[in-house]
């Protein structure tokens, strides 16, 4: 089901159609399917379009920046402040040039509503130092551990990464990866 649209001519011109092609992307996934034709029907009281479910679905998970994980032994670590001044402090999961993860174990970030803005962040990256950035946060997510704990993933993009931040990123990136690889023999 999909929304009517608000140009009749249109709408007269999609029911006409014997395929339609459907491509969006939810929070930045890539989606794309073919249809039958649409038809005309009601939803919730309203003119809708109906199309049978379609035989493939394509769901591309591609990211735009290369995403590495950090180092677990030794983390790497951020530090935040709340709107309300409490502040923050957890391990970086994972890094690229569009963003972080940081791995949590209080509710209080995970259960935080996508869109907030953190504007100074500092990212404690070892060797590479600290880097201070704003942080909008895009996806919290909670899992189990198989020992029964609740533990938070919490996805930021960053917001307007200076050049010499991204330097710094793309440095440590590279040192990251070259070490897995030389790991993985």
């Not at 399917?33 to 005309?40: V, W």
């Not at 060797?127 to 189990?144: H, Q």
């Not at 710094?168 to 990251?176: D, H």
Request: proline letters at 4%; glycine letters at 10%.
């Amino acid at each position: 089901m999909f929304d009517w649209g608000g140009v009749e001519e249109a709408n007269r011109l999609l029911l006409e159609e014997k395929q339609l092609q459907f491509k969006g992307a939810p929070e930045g996934v890539r989606v794309e399917f073919t249809t039958n034709g649409a038809q005309a029907t009601s939803f919730e009281g309203r003119q809708a379009f109906e199309v049978p479910f379609p035989d493939k679905l394509y769901y591309f998970q591609r990211r735009e920046f290369f995403r590495v994980p950090t180092p677990m032994m030794d983390p790497y670590t951020a530090k935040g402040v709340y709107a309300d001044s409490q502040t923050f402090r957890c391990e970086i999961q994972d890094v690229s040039l569009g963003g972080i993860a940081l791995r949590i174990e209080s509710v209080c970030l995970g259960e935080t509503e996508k869109g907030t803005l953190f504007n100074d962040v500092a990212l404690f990256l070892g060797s590479f130092g600290t880097l201070n950035v704003a942080l909008e946060l895009i996806s919290p997510r909670s899992f189990t551990t198989p020992n029964g704990m609740l533990r938070h993933v919490v996805g930021f993009r960053f917001i307007e990464l200076s050049g010499q931040a991204e330097g710094v990123l793309q440095r440590l990136i590279t040192k990251i990866e070259a070490k897995r690889r030389n790991l993985a023999g």
